[in-house]
Structures are given as structure tokens and as C-alpha cells.
């Protein structure tokens, strides 16, 4: 017998016992039938290999970045090359800029006293600033080289002794007695804050400009406020005539 034959022969026979039995084929409405398959499909040994819900969304995210890497590569010139030359150059960028600013600090709402609550002369601050100078510490001597500034325009009755003012309100009231350096006072404020309070770095170019106005006050004179003009002789002239 041939295999065609065979299969001819047990599909005739279970042809014969269907139409043979008395009761009709049975049949499942759709509805039930899709509920017992999700039933079905839901059970804990059909899913045992499928990737954790991590894994998923880990797969989901590289996607995402490759999607990304490929959409800007198709339009940089030069293609996925062109495109790693842009990210090395703005890294390249962002260092050079984080390398001349410093790391950002929040600025503060108001500046800080100007001196602590150890009380030292002017020459006592230029010595600390010529101790911090000699080694390269730039930041702290222009700090020290300021405070004998103001030190020194206080001991010279100046400016009051006035514990909390600022190096700003130094240069301002200093810089009306004294308004040829005003300018410069000014200038040597707003180091002293970028380098405090600002996060920026000094160089011994700003400690020799500070410290050179320095020498230039002590040789300076105040100009004081001119007087009133009398006005007693008008006075006495209006009486006698």
C-alpha cells in the first residue's frame, strides 16, 4: 500500500467514525474562546524566558540613542564621522570655558564683611599678602593686599572703623577723599569680590595692580571739602550801608 493510499484510508475511517456518532462536532463561541486562550497564554510556563521589565526597558533606551545617533549622523556632514568631530568639539569647548571661568558658585545675594573678627594693622595684612605672593598664592594675596588698603585708609582717619563694610563701600567712600584713585579703587574692589565670593582664580598680575595702588595711597593726600564762603562781610556791608 502506498503512503498516499494510507492517508486516503485513515481519513476515510475518521470520516466514517464522525458521521458514525450521533452527537454533532463540538464548537466553541468566539468570545469564550478567546478568554480561555488568554487564560491559556497568561500561565507563569509560557513567560519564564521572556527579559524582565529592566531588561525591556534598557533594550527601549539604546534604541532610543541609536535611533538619535543615526537621525543627527544623516544630517552632519561627513556622516557618523562628522558627527563624533561635532561632540569632540563642543567637549572640547565646555573644558576650555569650565578652565578660564572655574567651577560656578551662586553668587550671593549681598557681599560679605571685608574683614573677620581678628582685628590686625595694615602693615600685618601686607605682610600675610607678601607671605601668600611669594608663594604663587594669588587668590589670598590679593584678599590681604585689599584688607591693607582699607586698613591703612582707616588708620589714617580716612575712612571710620566700621565693622561689616564691604570692599565695594570702601572703594566708594574712600574714592571721594581720594578721587584721583577712584577708578582704580573700584577695580581693586571688584577683584577682591570675584576672587571671594565670585569663584575666580587671580593672577599675579592682579596682585602687582592691587599692590601698586597700594603703595600709591600711602603717598597720597586727601582732598578735602572745600568751605562754605563766609557770607559775614556781605553781612556787615549791608548793615553799614
Known amino acids: ?98 578652565w578660564r571661568l572655574g567651577t560656578p558658585r551662586r553668587q550671593p545675594t549681598s557681599s560679605a564683611a571685608l574683614f573677620d573678627d581678628r582685628p590686625r594693622s595694615a602693615a600685618g595684612h601686607r605682610a600675610t599678602a607678601d607671605a601668600h605672593a611669594a608663594q604663587g598664592h594669588w587668590n589670598q594675596a590679593v584678599q590681604e593686599r585689599m584688607r591693607a588698603i582699607v586698613r591703612s585708609l582707616e588708620e589714617r582717619a580716612l575712612l571710620d572703623v566700621r565693622p561689616g563694610r564691604t570692599a565695594d563701600e570702601a572703594a566708594a567712600e574712600a574714592g571721594r577723599s581720594l578721587p584721583a584713585h577712584k577708578d582704580r579703587l573700584r577695580t ?26 597700594d603703595r600709591d595711597l600711602e603717598s597720597s593726600k586727601p582732598q578735602l571739602a572745600a568751605s562754605a564762603p563766609s557770607t559775614a562781610p556781605n553781612a556787615r556791608q549791608g548793615a553799614a550801608e
Open 1 to 98: 500500500m502506498s503512503l498516499a493510499g494510507g492517508v486516503l484510508t485513515t481519513a476515510s475511517a475518521l470520516s466514517l467514525t464522525a458521521r458514525s456518532d450521533d452527537e454533532p462536532p463540538l464548537t466553541i463561541p468566539r468570545d469564550p474562546a478567546r478568554e480561555a486562550a488568554r487564560r491559556e497564554l497568561s500561565k507563569q510556563m509560557y513567560h519564564e524566558n521572556e527579559p524582565s521589565w529592566f531588561q525591556r526597558a534598557l533594550d527601549a533606551f539604546w534604541e532610543w540613542v541609536a535611533d538619535l545617533f543615526d537621525s543627527a549622523a544623516t544630517v552632519t556632514p561627513g556622516g557618523p564621522l562628522g558627527l563624533v568631530v561635532v561632540i569632540l568639539v563642543v567637549v572640547a569647548a565646555l573644558g576650555a570655558l569650565w
Open 188 to 213: 581693586a574692589a571688584r577683584d577682591f569680590d570675584d576672587v571671594t565670593y565670585g569663584g575666580r582664580t587671580a593672577t599675579q598680575q592682579a596682585y602687582q595692580r592691587i599692590a601698586e595702588l
